[in-house]
């Protein structure tokens, strides 16, 4: 399998979209929808690698300003 760019997380929400859209039309042969299908599995695992990373800077962020735990989100307080 030849080696593949990684793209930003963006970038890659983007293409999984248009990946998305092209296999709900139905007008592809097969092949060509496994091989879409094959590439929103590596698209879906850049994008679960780069939010982990976040994470992961986030949690070192917190450690270094003197908090130690990430609390749950509360869409509650966002919106007010």
Do not use: H, W
Not at 40 to 52: E, K
């Amino acid at each position: 399998m030849a080696k593949r760019k990684k793209l930003d997380y963006e970038a890659s929400v983007l293409e999984l979209e248009s990946l998305v859209n092209r296999l709900e039309q139905g007008d592809i042969s097969l092949e060509e929808s496994l091989k879409l299908y094959e590439s929103g599995v590596l698209l879906t695992r850049d994008c679960q690698d780069a939010l982990q990373a976040a994470e992961q800077k986030v949690q070192m962020l917190l450690k270094q300003s003197g908090q130690s735990t990430l609390v749950d989100f509360d869409p509650n307080i966002a919106e007010s």
